[in-house]
């Protein structure tokens, strides 16, 4: 039997990078998959044809992460289509990198309402399904920025140091009805989110790792499928860093 074999997960922003890779391991692992995308809708319905080639039930969304509106009817709509949801993986994502002289209040916002506030959306949305459920697994993508901090990316640090302060409340109010909620840190990842910065920033995190490489959307999407399945039921609250020992 394969590991997700039953079960039905929602994955925010999967049009490309992380999110792809863990929809494409996720139905591997036998799990009908429901993802949203914001703009890439060419992208998300190649990404649904190919999860459907795998033998799953898969379909896209267009749905905004930052929005408690669209989410809310985003839940509605899938569990109509696929009758229950057990994990919901929060990976839908964005920087607006600058300096704090130069951060506009819009750059704050965005990346604080894309990032943090669409956490709190799809929880609050899932709370209840899941305990009617009887259990489900929350898996919310921070970084290792988060953590460390970084320069530049005050907004975007703020918003997934965000997360895993919420990640360990919801663990701790939702356990006891079997709902687990755990967090993944990445390091550097090679997606089109890394692929924006100049080579003096990549060279610059490539000399700190000491595996000596970047990681890949892959290595991101098995510790997913592993906080996922019934391989981690007493793993909860915790945040695991996927990132070549960058933050040790
Ligand atoms: P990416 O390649 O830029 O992909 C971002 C995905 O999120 C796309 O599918 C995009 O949809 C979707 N998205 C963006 N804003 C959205 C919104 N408002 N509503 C719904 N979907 C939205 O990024 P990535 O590198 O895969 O990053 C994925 C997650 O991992 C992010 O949370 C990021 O912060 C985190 N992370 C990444 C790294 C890394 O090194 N790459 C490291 C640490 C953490 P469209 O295609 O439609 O725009």
């Known amino acids: 039997m394969k590991l997700l074999e039953g079960k039905k997960a929602i994955v925010t922003g999967a049009s490309r990078g992380i999110g792809e890779g ?105 709370a209840r399904p899941m305990m009617k459920n009887r259990g489900g697994s929350i898996i919310n993508i921070t970084s290792i920025v988060g953590m460390k901090g970084n320069a530049g990316q005050s907004n975007y640090a703020a918003s997934k140091a965000g997360i895993i302060g919420f990640t360990k409340s919801i663990a701790q109010e939702l356990g006891s009805r079997n709902i687990r909620c755990n967090a993944i840190a990445p390091g550097f990842i090679e997606t089109e989110m890394t692929d924006q910065l100049d080579e003096a920033t990549k060279e610059n995190y490539f000399s700190n790792i000491p595996m000596k490489r970047f990681g890949t959307t892959a290595e991101v999407a098995n510790v997913a499928l592993f906080l996922a399945s019934d391989l981690s039921t007493y793993v909860s609250g915790q945040t695991v860093s996927v990132c070549g020992a960058l933050n040790t």
């Open 22 to 126: 863990i929809a494409r391991t996720f139905a591997q692992a036998g799990a009908d998959v429901a993802f949203t995308y914001r703009s890439s809708a060419e992208r998300a319905q190649q990404l649904e044809q190919a999860l459907t080639g795998l033998g799953v039930q898969a379909k896209a969304y267009q749905s905004d992460a930052a929005s408690f509106e669209d989410t809310e009817k985003l839940i509605t709509s899938i569990l109509a289509d696929f009758g229950a949801i057990d994990i919901a993986v929060n990976n839908a994502g964005i920087t607006q990198d600058n300096l704090i002289l130069r951060m506009s209040e819009e750059q704050w916002d965005k990346v604080i309402d894309t990032n943090l506030k669409s956490v709190f959306n799809m929880t609050k949305q899932l």
